[in-house]
């Protein structure tokens, strides 16, 4: 069983930045591959970044490439998400996923365990 637990959500003025942290409980993290997505009032969920066990593979969706960037840091057991360039549209409830295999993927069903999320709010 694996824990996650966002922080680092708030509100942002378009162009600003925030990073977001997930601490996964359990001695297994290195094993897993981590994904961040995310869901606006209305709309359903969508994947924004995923990072292998390693982090020697990394997979972006194009709405943040460039962007976002996804990093993880096995020995603290924590993902981050560093968003930079933050506009209006970014603007959701921001959540963490683990999969437990080490390959990334876009798709949310593939992933195992969830955090509760964090809101991220930017005004234009």
């Known amino acids: 069983q694996v824990q996650l637990v966002e922080s680092g959500g708030g509100l942002v003025q378009a162009g600003g930045s925030l990073r977001l942290s997930c601490a996964a409980s359990?001695?297994?993290?290195?094993?897993?591959?981590m994904g961040w997505f995310r869901q606006a009032p209305g709309k359903e969920r969508e994947f924004v970044a995923a990072?292998?066990?390693?982090?020697?593979?990394?997979y972006y969706a194009d709405s943040v490439k460039g962007r976002f960037t996804i990093s993880r840091d096995n020995a603290k057991n924590t993902v981050y998400l560093q968003m930079n360039s933050l506009k209006a549209e970014d603007t959701a409830v921001y959540y963490c996923?683990?999969?437990?295999?080490?390959?990334?993927?876009?798709?949310?069903?593939?992933?195992?365990?969830w955090g509760q999320g964090t809101q991220v709010t930017v005004s234009s």
């Open positions: 990072i292998s066990w390693s982090g020697g593979s990394v």
């Open positions: 359990g001695r297994t993290f290195s094993r897993y591959a």
């Open positions: 996923a683990a999969r437990r295999v080490v390959q990334v993927t876009s798709l949310p069903l593939e992933y195992d365990y």
